[in-house]
């Protein structure tokens, strides 16, 4: 089989970006233009403006991904694009512009799965490492700003299928770290800003029950499809939004509001704040509230899913989206698999977050199986993996 070339374009949320993979296994170039500056006035994205950013970004975003890869639009085999879930508007741009090169180049277009493409950026990267022996069942959890799904990922020639076996009732973990961010005045997004933080305060000061989930979600698998009577598999779902309630009270009956909104002020007023910025205006209290908050994220993640990795007996475990950024989520998860002898797998930090490298992996296999897109495909804000 000859080498392929497949341009990856990415723009379902706020970071528009381009990547040319060849064949799945090696990386060639890798553009990702971030809108944080622009959201970062209002604590959290702005879909309209994330639209006219993407707008603004892809064409440029393209041709420094082809240039970085010595590549030409006539030399790509293929085109792949961010099908779902995102946002509409921003899913749009990317694809009207795949469809267009597509269509003028006469290259086939592929739609991909947003979360699909979070689990193809560590095959791509083992491959690229040179693992290629991947030991079956692999359990992916995937952990972002939008989503914390547990999928059961199966091969079968080029075709990949994803069993959800758990997913969040409420808030994404990515998004409890950025609202909890918004909420004590450390601005957007969230994630990195208390990975750095957490390190500065004393995780065991605030203690948060961990959520209890007692019944089974009716909506099951979170694609819109009844559970079958008889299928009484176990699950393991995740729930967020008490955490966020319990740090509303707390910063409450702590009076802690005059604090935040001068710390909110003041990281205004710094272009791109630095760690020092953020400690000094941080009083040790908040450092042990944000320390608390992640240790909390942290463990409710790693025991849910390891719970779910024994359930199923799975022989491999990823880590994947832009929270498996975090360090101490990265640490907790390789200690506390090679406990149980379990390989566990991440990213790399820049294909944790969102990024087109891993549309363009995860397209190769539907390029090798022919499974192309028709040119009046559209997006699918609420895509669902299966
Ligand atoms: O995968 P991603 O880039 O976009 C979505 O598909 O949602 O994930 C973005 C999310 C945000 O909620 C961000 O706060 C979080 O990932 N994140 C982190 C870190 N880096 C990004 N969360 C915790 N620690 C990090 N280092
Ligand atoms: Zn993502």
């Known amino acids: 089989m000859p080498d392929a070339y497949i341009l990856g374009i990415e723009s379902s949320c706020d970071e528009t970006a381009a990547a040319i993979v060849r064949s799945g296994e090696k990386l060639i170039s890798n553009v990702v233009a971030s809108q944080i500056a622009t959201h970062q006035p209002y604590g959290g994205v702005v879909p309209e403006l ?9 064409v440029p975003a393209v041709r420094q991904a082809l240039a970085e890869a010595q590549q030409t639009y006539e030399s790509l085999d293929a085109i792949a694009v961010t099908r779902g879930p995102g ?69 079968q020639g080029n075709s990949w299928t994803y069993d959800n076996i758990g997913h969040t009732r409420d808030d994404a973990a990515g998004e409890a770290f950025d609202k909890i961010a918004k909420l004590l005045g450390l601005g957007y997004p969230g994630g990195p800003v208390i990975d750095r933080l957490a390190p500065h305060g004393d995780p065991k000061a605030v203690k948060f029950p961990s959520a209890q989930i007692k019944h089974r979600d009716r909506r099951g698998r979170n694609d819109g499809r009844a559970v079958a009577p008889d299928d009484d598999r176990p699950r393991f779902d995740f729930s967020y939004s008490g955490i966020k309630t319990a740090i509303l009270r707390y910063v409450e009956t702590h009076g802690l509001r005059g604090s935040i909104d001068a710390r909110r002020k003041a990281l205004l007023s710094i272009p791109k704040p630095k760690l020092e910025d953020y400690l000094g205006n941080c009083d040790q209290f908040t450092l042990d509230l944000v320390a608390s908050f992640q240790r909390a994220i942290v463990d409710d993640l790693v025991t849910r899913t390891l719970n779910a990795a024994r359930a199923y007996n799975v022989a491999t475990l990823f880590v994947t989206g832009g929270v498996a950024a975090n360090k101490e989520l990265r640490d907790t998860f390789e200690r506390e698999g090679a406990k149980e002898g379990l390989p566990v797998y991440f990213p790399s930090r820049p294909l944790s977050t969102d990024n087109a490298a891993m549309i363009a992996a995860a397209a190769y296999p539907k390029f090798l199986a022919k499974d192309f897109a028709a040119m009046d495909f559209s997006a699918e804000p609420g895509l669902v993996l299966t």
Do not use: C, M, W
């Open 50 to 58: 994330a639209s006219r950013e993407h707008l603004r970004a892809i």
């Open 87 to 155: 946002l509409a508007g921003a899913l749009l741009v990317g694809i009207s512009y795949a469809k267009a090169l597509a269509f003028a180049l006469d290259k086939p277009l592929i739609a991909v799965n947003h979360l699909e493409g979070h689990i193809h950026a560590v095959l791509l990267e083992e491959r690229q490492k040179g693992n290629h022996s991947l030991q079956f069942p692999v359990l992916a959890l995937v952990v972002s700003g939008g989503h914390t799904h547990l999928y059961l990922a199966a091969q």
